[in-house]
């Protein structure tokens, strides 16, 4: 793996970190008011997976990977990122403690991000198989 290669996997990564970051206000803002709190986080594991579906698509092809493992790779990399990403805005930005962290992984609390960020690690493989076809 080159230097450019990695380039393009920290921007990937940046790219859905803004992503994300503005979906999670954006269901704050709009979505929550109307449908509640509840509701509206389980809507947002799928539209965030969409999402970062739509972005993978674009982006993982220009990467330059080759093979399915390096893609499957590339998605817990980008799963591993996002969940970093997630834990270090709650504590860092939001000033949540600990305890308050954790049940945003856990879908027994009604929050599906773990449902999200497991489909995350299959993204590049699927956009790999879809550009290969």
């Given amino acids: 793996m080159n230097l450019e290669t990695l380039?393009?996997?920290g921007s990937l990564c940046l790219l859905l970190a803004s992503a994300e970051t503005l979906h999670g206000i954006a269901r704050t803002a709009l979505v929550t008011p109307c449908i509640g709190k509840e509701r509206a986080i389980k809507l947002s594991a799928v539209t965030g997976t969409v999402l970062a579906f739509g972005?993978?698509?674009f982006q993982v092809p220009s990467i330059g990977l080759h093979t399915p493992?390096?893609?499957?790779a590339l998605g817990i990399g980008l799963a591993l990122f996002m969940a970093a990403f997630d834990i270090g805005m709650g504590r860092l930005l939001m000033r949540k403690q600990w305890r308050k962290i954790w049940p945003d992984f856990d879908p027994r609390t009604g929050n599906y991000l773990t449902y999200g960020l497991v489909c995350l690690c299959f993204i590049p493989l699927m956009v790999w198989l879809l550009h290969s076809n």
């Fill in 55 to 57: 972005i993978c698509l």
């Fill in 69 to 72: 493992l390096a893609h499957l």
């Fill in 7 to 9: 380039v393009r996997i």
